[in-house]
Structure formats: structure tokens, C-alpha cells
């Protein structure tokens, strides 16, 4: 299962919430950005709403933390997304500021690595790849796009038109290197 806490750092019901799902099922990757992801490793951290926010914490260790507390894996998605089973930290670096404006990237992220659980993809290896098919189709997409409405359409037909090929664009980065 993943778990999406959405603006779980906004209120202290939706943080409430989202612990008390923690605390009764066995998640197996927790999906959030900085903020949500901080609200539940307990680190200070400014975020509005569905906003990211910033923090002074390194966000590998915020989600590193995150991942030791809850015992799952974490995917902390932005800039750069964070992937970690609280031990190793895998970080992908292919990204577009579109997919940060379009609201709900995040939630096709979060349902892209609950089908790759699904059809039986280690949770590790799922939080990897999930984040590299949305953040390179994102990419894809903003080649040539002049605006979100362009880029929405182009995003959806890159995603239709995803192929193995794709993933190999960039390397994903490890803290090792």
C-alpha cells in the first residue's frame, strides 16, 4: 500500500489522520513532498497546503528518518526526488518545474508506484522507477512547451508513448557516488 499524506503538515487533523493510518496498516511507501514528508519524521519544516514548503533539514535525512520511524520505504518527491528505504538513498535528478505547477502530478506518482506494487516490483526498486517514468515523460513534455495547458497534453502522450527505452535517459544517483 502507499500512503499520499496529502497537506498532512498544513493542520494538525490532517497530520493526526495521516499518523493514525500509520499507526493501524503496514504502508509500504509512504509519497510525499518535503513538507509532508517532514510533518511525519517530526521536523520543522514551513509548508502551506499542498506547497512543498522549505526547511533547513537535508531532505535525504528527513526522509532517511522518515523511512526508520515507519519502516517502509519513502519517496520524497520535488527538484530532486529522494528515494529511500532508511538505508540506502537513491536520488533522480530528472525533473521539470511542470510537474511542480501541475496540480496532481504528485497523486499520478503515487498511483504510477502503487501499479508497479502491484504487479509485484520491490518497493525500492518501484519508488525508483515510478519516479523516473513521471519525471521523464514531465521532462519530454516541457521540450517546446510554451505554457501548463501545451505541456498537460504533451505530458499524457508522452506517458502513453512511455517505453523501456525511456527510463535509460539519465542515471539515478546514489548517495554511494
Not at 504502508?27 to 499542498?50: K, V
Not at 535525512?61 to 537513491?90: M, P
Amino acid at each position: 500500500m502507499v500512503l499520499d499524506p496529502v497537506a498532512c503538515g498544513s493542520t494538525a487533523y490532517r497530520a493526526q489522520l495521516a499518523r493514525q493510518l500509520l499507526d493501524q496498516y503496514a504502508f509500504t511507501i509512504i509519497r510525499g513532498n518535503a513538507g509532508e514528508i517532514a510533518a511525519l519524521a517530526g521536523e520543522q519544516w514551513e509548508s502551506h497546503g499542498i506547497d512543498a514548503g522549505s526547511g533547513k533539514k537535508d531532505q535525504a535525512e528527513v526522509a532517511r528518518r522518515c523511512a526508520h520511524l515507519y519502516q517502509c520505504v519513502v519517496v520524497l518527491s520535488g527538484k530532486e526526488d529522494i528515494i529511500t528505504d532508511g538505508k540506502a538513498i537513491y536520488r533522480n535528478q530528472c525533473s521539470t518545474p511542470w510537474l511542480a505547477t501541475n496540480v496532481g502530478s504528485g497523486d499520478l506518482l503515487s498511483s504510477t508506484i502503487g501499479a508497479l506494487l502491484g504487479v509485484g516490483v520491490a518497493p525500492l526498486i518501484a519508488g525508483l522507477i515510478g519516479c523516473r517514468i513521471i519525471t521523464t515523460a514531465g521532462t519530454k513534455a516541457a521540450q517546446g512547451a510554451n505554457g501548463l495547458g501545451i505541456w498537460q497534453v504533451r505530458f499524457l502522450d508522452a506517458l502513453s508513448n512511455f517505453s523501456d527505452q525511456d527510463l535509460m535517459i539519465e542515471r539515478i544517483l546514489t548517495d554511494d557516488e
